[in-house]
């Protein structure tokens, strides 16, 4: 099967005056989302409290593929359908209400953004897929100015490869464009990684003691990614990921519903920096329109990944619910 891009395409969109410019999204989620998907096999979509019809919730019990009764936070769990902070041996489990515990904070950041490898920045960057806006950038900030020359030269400083660097808005779909969502956009290779924050921090300090200070967010991240993740998805015939998604997806839905946040949809596919699977990982993909709640990426990530097994990793996205 063909590989699927992140890349939807390019739109033009009219912010403020008769001026436009270029929107791009980064990964195509809402597009992977529509393809057909069967159960226990490629693409494995689940959908989130958000999706649930009016005949579930007027009921007052949903059915995740786990039985729940109404008015307690208790799940009977069958075989691998495991949730962390569960009582009890054997097939069964009972949840200990992970709910009333769950973090409701923000994530925050005192220094980098170092949530993934390949993408870090401050202060604290929209979770992907972000929009690209290459319209309304001040003249200052254009790339014949003394701010870009002073900006690449911390960068070579830093030894920092750079493929391209600019400043555009970047920003979530449905918040509005802003100066908050001005963004220096440099685009490396994530094996430099370790050399990040302290360009980071470097290009910080200038654009913290300009007079007057600028409005700059900073984001390095991988070349290859920056128009998001490439998707392929998991065939029957690799038994052992459609195995697991079989064998596991109810456990992670469980995790997803004990943790007390809302989650709009549940995917399995390879995802990475190509469209060769050996530079891919089989990824669970989960869309939330909260993504920045602390516990998505400091209790729900890791235990998603322990529950599918040390081949795989969790992909947390930012993806609204989609009303027709």
Known sequence: MAEMSDQIGEKLVPVGDESAGTQEVDMGTEWVSGLKKEEGADGTEIKGDAQVKDSEVNSGTKESGVKKEEGTHDVEVKNDAQIPGSTG???KQIA???ADAVDTMDYQITDVDNRLTYRRGWPLLPVLPVLTFRSNVPLALSPSRTHMKVFREILEDHSVTIHS????????AGSPISK?????CVLSEEKDNTEWPEAIRALRTYIETEDPPLTLAIEIIDHRI????HTLPILPHEKRLSSAIKKRKHGV????EESGLRWTSLEFW??????KREDCKPTVLIGTGESQKKAWWKDV?????EKMGSKWVAEICHREVTKY
């Open 226 to 229: 920056f128009h998001g993740l």
């Open 89 to 91: 041996t054997g097939d």
């Open 96 to 98: 200990t209400g992970a």
């Open 165 to 172: 660097l600019e400043v555009a808005h970047r920003y979530n």
């Open 270 to 275: 390879w995802r990475g920096f190509s469209g």
């Open 180 to 184: 908050r969502t001005l963004t220096l």
């Open 253 to 256: 839905v469980n995790i997803l």
């Open 301 to 305: 990530k890791e235990q998603v990944e």
